[in-house]
């Protein structure tokens, strides 16, 4: 059986995917075909339904959650992996709560912020912690540094490998949003999971639950197995920087949620509905939760 499959080429994706594509492991007669995009093309997929299996922003699937059912395995969630609010000048926290950034004798109200997407958990932390920052345009993940350094936005909101990347480039952390959400919550910070159609059959999610699990332990077991797979998606990182950005985003939860890791997920979700900023949801959420 085939079916398509997105996820990003970021180096936390292709680590965990490369057993099951590359069919390292045995994956119950399921083949696929892949496609690869930055986290926010594959949110817009999954709002029409595009795929059969995808990578997406927790913010993503709350809207989604009527197509989609979440798997227990491949999803990024943690601490100190937050998204990160950067700029080229020292920018004060309660300036940015205020909708405001003071930079010497100069100020400027309402500042153009750099998102990597309406539907990325990264925005829903933004305006969990600057509900005021309103002024927002949206750019691909890795152009955000840039389109600082450049005047083109007055702060950026940075995710993936650029968290390593920011300071080589004289850029100043204002605040890190996931630190922000542990330090008012407790929990680990859901950034992306890994959705199966509903229109499956619920043998084959949880066939696809499964062979999941197992390419998430073949490349913790074989870290180095996928190194050539990883390194031809990673443009021009480092092989230091590759690892350090799996180090961050693949854990504990990517190979099984667990209690802990479901309680992050609805607490997110449930601190969004409080806000009114995703629509109610009915379906059940996890994959797991529902009856074989």
Known sequence: ???????????????????????????????????????????????????????????????????????????????????????DVEISISDLKEGQIRNGKSEIRNPLIGIPGKYTTANFLLGYAFPNATNKVELVFSDIENAVLEGRVDVGLIIHENRFTYQDKGLKKILDLGDYWEKQTGCAIPLGGIVANRNLSLDVQHKLNRVLRKSVEFAFANPKSGLEFIRSHAQEMSEEVMYKHIELYVNKYSIDLGEEGRKAINLLFDTALANQTIPAIKEELFLTSLAH
């Open 1 to 87: 059986m085939k079916l398509t499959l997105g996820f990003s080429p970021c180096p936390n994706d292709t680590f965990i995917f490369d057993a099951l594509i590359h069919h390292k492991i045995d994956t119950e007669g399921l083949d696929f075909e892949v496609f690869y995009d930055d986290v926010e093309t594959l949110n817009q997929k999954a709002f029409r339904g595009e795929l059969d299996v995808t990578k997406l922003s927790y913010h993503a699937f709350a809207y989604v959650a009527d197509k989609y059912v979440l798997l227990d395995s491949g999803s990024a969630l943690g601490y100190g992996v937050g998204p990160m609010l950067i700029s």
